[in-house]
């Protein structure tokens, strides 16, 4: 048996890229959309390249890369998805 939903309660999907740079939320919350960015920025001094809402309802984060012209996130993915949802957790 289905129970019915939870008021307040929101649903949306976070996807992270493989190499752990950046981070999409699809149909985010305007709570989330409007404080993650700052949230991470907060967290990782000068580490967010870039973080904006597309026309169709997604927040993309991005991460910056090493800045020796490596691939790597200086933080590695692992931490970076930690980080990631702490900030958003701090926004809830």
Do not use: C, W
Request: no cysteine; proline share 7%; charged share 20%.
């Amino acid at each position: 048996m289905v129970a019915a939903p939870e008021q307040g309660v929101d649903f949306f999907l976070a996807h992270f890229s493989s190499s752990g740079d950046r981070l999409s939320l699809i149909n985010a919350p305007p709570l989330v959309v409007g404080s993650l960015g700052a949230n991470l920025r907060a967290a990782l001094p000068r580490k967010v390249a870039a973080d904006r809402v597309s026309e169709d309802d997604v927040l993309v984060i991005e991460l910056k890369k090493s800045g020796y012209g490596g691939e790597d996130h200086p933080l590695g993915p692992i931490h970076t998805v930690n980080l990631m949802i702490i900030a958003i957790s701090a926004t809830a």
